[in-house]
């Protein structure tokens, strides 16, 4: 079982930067690769971007390239996801989970976390 909880949600205006971080626990860290989602009300969840167990390995979705970089400690059991020039529509619920080496596909991911809030003002 793995444990995953995410923090560093909040409001923040266009233009404007937040990281977020994913703690896991319960097996070790690095054998795990992971990935971003979120979900906007009435949409269904998507993916953000992707790391793979040593963090050699990164994808992000076309709507974040440039802008959001993904990255992992495994010393600290911490997955990362710093996100600079936020726009609107930037704004969801974002999850951590653990899953298959290079899939983006929500269904194909097994441990997720409960979420944090990103608001992004116009």
């Known amino acids: 079982q793995v444990q995953l909880v995410e923090s560093g949600g909040g409001l923040v205006q266009a233009g404007g930067s937040l990281s977020l971080s994913c703690a896991a626990s319960?097996?070790?860290?690095?054998?795990?690769?992971m990935a971003w989602f979120r979900q906007a009300p009435g949409k269904e969840r998507e993916f953000v971007a992707r790391i793979n167990w040593s963090g050699s390995s990164t994808t992000y979705a076309d709507s974040v390239k440039g802008r959001f970089t993904i990255s992992r400690d495994n010393a600290k059991n911490t997955m990362n996801l710093q996100m600079n020039s936020l726009k609107p529509e930037d704004t969801a619920v974002y999850y951590c989970a653990v899953g298959p080496p290079f899939r983006r596909e929500a269904r194909m991911y097994y441990y997720w976390g409960q979420g944090t809030q990103v608001t992004v003002s116009s």
């Open positions: 319960g097996r070790t860290f690095s054998d795990y690769h």
